[in-house]
T-cell receptor, first 113, second 117 residues
Framework: KQEVTQIPAALSVPEGENLVLNCSFTDSAIYNLQWFRQDPGKGLTSLLLIQSSQREQTSGRLNASLDKSSGRSTLYIAASQPGDSATYLCAVGSQGGSEKLVFGKGTKLTVNP | NAGVTQTPKFQVLKTGQSMTLQCAQDMNHEYMSWYRQDPGMGLRLIHYSVGAGITDQGEVPNGYNVSRSTTEDFPLRLLSAAPSQTSVYFC????????????????FGEGSWLTVV
């Protein structure tokens, strides 16, 4: 059974700092990995999707990497802003007949002005 | 383009009552799913559908029923509500499965907050 772990559970940083969020998964047979952002009381917004054949994806100040062999992904946020404060969720789409996304529990990020 | 629309936003039920959470998408997506989100548990898949007339169980299907009569709609029915079903429910859709080579992302609704007393 695929399990996804995100560390740390919460992170507080000053504005302008570069930061890294971590995601690990137990089964390396994945289709893809996605990073989502969730604001309080809201749904999830997809930030980046990395396919199994890719190593990284970039969007603006965000960069996500994928290392299937080690079962790890990182989300790098450059020059953090208070507007980046949210919960960030990692999810993997697995093979083996499973058409499901398996989510981590998320990292709650607070960027202080 | 409304995306994924969920109704109601908030609902309070008494134990034993039944209700339906509605989900509709206007993007002509084949794949739709329901998740529940609980503190400390993350999002867990309840049921999903790969197209009209086709549904399957996810990780936590007990106590829930779904049907997919049209591409647009995917309602989630609580048959006899229990306090353990107090949660936030999210509906999601995507153009294809999270399959090999799929570069399609998944779109979520804004959630339905359900309290069972």
């Amino acid at each position: 059974k695929q399990e996804v772990t995100q560390i740390p559970a919460a992170l507080s940083v000053p504005e302008g700092e570069n930061l890294v969020l971590n995601c690990s998964f137990t089964d390396s047979a994945i289709y893809n990995l996605q990073w989502f952002r969730q604001d309080p009381g809201k749904g999830l917004t997809s930030l980046l999707l990395i396919q199994s054949s890719q190593r990284e994806q970039t969007s603006g100040r965000l960069n996500a990497s994928l290392d299937k062999s080690s079962g790890r992904s990182t989300l790098y946020i450059a020059a953090s802003q208070p507007g980046d404060s949210a919960t960030y969720l990692c999810a993997v789409g697995s093979q083996g007949g499973s058409e499901k996304l398996v989510f981590g529990k998320g990292t709650k990020l607070t960027v202080n002005p | 383009n409304a995306g994924v629309t969920q109704t109601p936003k908030f609902q309070v039920l008494k134990t034993g009552q039944s209700m339906t959470l509605q989900c509709a998408q206007d993007m002509n997506h084949e794949y739709m799913s329901w998740y529940r989100q609980d503190p400390g548990m993350g999002l867990r898949l309840i049921h999903y559908s790969v197209g009209a007339g086709i549904t399957d169980q996810g990780e936590v299907p007990n106590g829930y029923n779904v049907s997919r009569s049209t591409t647009e709609d995917f309602p989630l029915r609580l048959l006899s509500a229990a306090p353990s079903q107090t949660s936030v429910y999210f509906c999601a859709s995507s153009p294809t499965l999270t399959g090999l080579g799929s570069g399609n992302t998944i779109y979520f609704g804004e959630g339905s907050w359900l309290t069972v007393v």
